[in-house]
């Protein structure tokens, strides 16, 4: 076999594993290659999410629970993309009655896999105009999204929430 043969083989090698890295790379990071691949749709189809408040069994909230509420709907500055959800309030609302939530109460909003945690005040959380969603992604998850001062960009947004804590004053 030739130098050139050589050379030619070895190029053709090269591109290929660059290739298979990007794609890879693309995939995980949900870009233009992932997209196309999949169909698109954001759904609430992951595992529910437990809601901790006080000493109590947490309660969850799953899709079924997300079901019969209204959806609200905001673009995102960064890029453009609409973002629509359940209001974290309305999902609060379906494990700990109206009373018992204070303008001193904390929310808790969490995601163990992603190392991240957002602590908003109730007040914040039941200000329909803050729009703090829980919005699904394509991977069937959700995230914490919101138009609000401090959670108003993707860095600061909570992607795969498996956790939601009330703390009660």
């Not at 959806?71 to 359940?86: C, I, L, S």
Request: aromatic share 4%; hydrophobic share 45%; glycine share 8%.
């Amino acid at each position: 076999m030739s130098t050139m043969k050589r050379v030619i083989i070895g190029i053709i090698i090269i591109a290929g594993l660059a290739a298979i890295i990007l794609a890879v790379d693309s995939m995980r990071r949900g870009g233009t290659l992932y997209r196309t691949l999949r169909d698109g749709s954001e759904k609430f189809s992951g595992e529910c999410i437990p809601v901790r408040h006080g000493t109590a069994k947490p309660s969850l909230f799953c899709s079924a629970d997300a079901a019969p509420l209204a959806k609200k709907r905001f673009v995102d500055k960064a890029e453009n993309k609409p973002q629509e959800g359940w209001l974290l309030r309305d999902a609060v609302l379906l494990s700990v009655r109206a009373a018992k939530l204070k303008p001193g109460t904390l929310v808790r909003v969490t995601s163990s896999s992603r190392g991240k945690r957002v602590e908003l005040s109730w007040k914040d959380v039941s200000d329909e105009a803050n729009l703090v969603i829980l919005a699904p992604t394509k991977q069937g998850t959700l995230k914490l999204a919101s138009v609000m001062k401090g959670l108003d960009t993707r860095t600061k947004w909570v992607q795969d929430v498996d956790g939601i804590e009330i703390v009660l004053p």
